[in-house]
C-alpha cells in the first residue's frame, strides 16, 4: 500500500470511531430512529444524482438489504448507543464480522477454518468480558441491542454477497433512500416529539449530524470503498480494527467514560479474535467487512 492508502485506511476508522461520540451528541437532541431518518434521507440526497435506477434484478435485492442493513441495523444501533457507553458499544459492534464468518457458512457454505472459529470465539468472549465489568455505567440491554445491530448488519453481508455484486455507491444510494421510510414509519409509531426536536436543536446537534452524514457515510464508506477498489483485503481490512481503539479513546476523552481494565482487557481480547476472522485465509474467500455503519452498506458498522 502506498502512503496516501495507509493514511486513507487510518482516516477511514478515526471517522468512524469519533462517530460513536458524535452520534451520542446527536441522539441528545433527536429521538434516536428518526435521527436515523434523516441520515440515512441526506445520504440518498447527496448520492442518487450520481448512480443510475437499480435494474430489475437489483430491486428486490436492495429493498431487502435495506432492511437489515439500514433499517434493522441502524435502528437497534442508535438505540443502544443512545442509552449505553460508546466504549462498550464500539467493543461490542465488532461483533458483526464473527457474525458474518457464522452466517456465511450455512448460507454462502464459506465453512470457517479451525483458526477462525478460535477467532470467533475469542471475539465473542472479549465482548462477554466487556458487558460483565462490574462498573454500574454498563448497561446490559443497550449493550444487547448493539449486539443485535451487529447480526442485522451480518444478514445484510450475506445477502449483498449472495445477490451481489452490486456498484457500492449505487447501493449505498438506494439503500439509504429504501431504509427512510422503514424508520420513518417505525418513529411515528413508538416516539414523539420529532418535529419539536427541529426547532429546539441546537448548533451542536446540527453539526452531530453533518458530521455523520458527511463524514461518518459520504466521505468514511466512499474511501473505503475506493481502498478495496485497488487493495486486497487482506491487507485493508486490518485497518478496521482501529475504529474500536479510536471509539473508545474517543468515549474516554470526550465523554468521560471510565477506562476499566476490565473493559481494555475485553477490547483487546475482541480485537485479536476479530483480526484472526480476517486473516489472509478469510479474506480471499469472503465478504469485505467493515464496521459500522452504513448508511451504508457491506459488511461490518457501524456503528
Do not use: D
Not at 486513507?8 to 460513536?20: E, S
Not at 436515523?36 to 434521507?41: D, E, P, S
Not at 449505487?170 to 420529532?194: C, D, Y
Request: proline share 8%.
Amino acid at each position: 500500500m502506498s502512503p496516501t492508502q495507509i493514511a486513507c485506511a487510518v482516516l477511514v476508522p478515526l471517522f468512524w470511531g469519533l462517530q460513536f461520540v458524535v452520534i451520542k451528541v446527536g441522539l441528545a437532541a433527536f429521538p434516536p430512529l428518526f435521527f436515523v431518518g434523516l441520515r440515512f434521507a441526506a445520504v440518498a440526497a447527496i448520492l442518487l444524482p450520481f448512480v443510475g435506477r437499480p435494474t430489475r434484478r437489483e430491486l428486490g435485492p436492495m429493498i431487502a438489504i435495506s432492511v437489515f442493513f439500514g433499517g434493522l441495523n441502524f435502528a437497534l444501533f442508535f438505540v443502544g448507543l443512545g442509552q449505553g457507553l460508546a466504549s462498550v458499544s464500539a467493543v461490542a459492534n465488532q461483533l458483526s464480522t464473527p457474525f458474518t464468518v457464522l452466517l456465511a457458512w450455512p448460507f454462502l457454505g464459506e465453512r470457517p477454518s479451525t483458526r477462525i472459529i478460535i477467532g470467533v470465539a475469542l471475539a465473542f468472549g472479549g465482548v462477554a468480558l466487556t458487558v460483565v465489568e462490574p462498573s454500574a455505567s454498563v448497561k446490559i440491554v443497550p449493550t444487547l441491542l448493539v449486539i443485535a445491530a451487529g447480526f442485522a448488519f451480518a444478514i445484510g453481508s450475506v445477502l449483498t454477497k449472495l445477490y451481489g455484486p452490486f456498484e457500492p455507491l449505487k447501493l449505498m444510494a438506494w439503500m439509504s433512500l429504501f431504509t427512510v421510510p422503514q424508520v420513518m414509519a417505525t418513529s411515528l409509531v413508538i416516539e414523539h416529539g420529532q418535529l419539536a426536536s427541529l426547532h429546539a436543536a441546537g448548533l451542536t446537534a446540527w453539526l452531530a449530524f453533518a458530521y455523520t452524514v458527511l463524514f461518518g457515510a459520504v466521505a468514511g464508506w466512499g474511501l473505503w470503498f475506493w481502498l478495496i477498489a485497488r487493495c486486497s483485503m487482506a491487507r485493508v481490512a486490518p485497518f478496521a480494527l482501529l475504529l474500536t481503539v479510536f471509539a473508545v479513546a474517543a468515549g474516554v476523552v470526550f465523554l468521560h467514560e471510565p477506562l476499566t481494565p476490565t473493559l481494555v482487557s475485553g477490547a483487546v481480547i475482541c480485537i485479536l479474535g476479530v483480526a484472526i476472522t480476517q486473516s489472509r485465509s478469510f479474506a480471499r474467500h469472503s465478504l469485505p467487512t467493515p464496521p459500522q455503519a452504513p448508511a451504508e452498506p457491506i459488511q461490518g458498522e457501524c456503528p
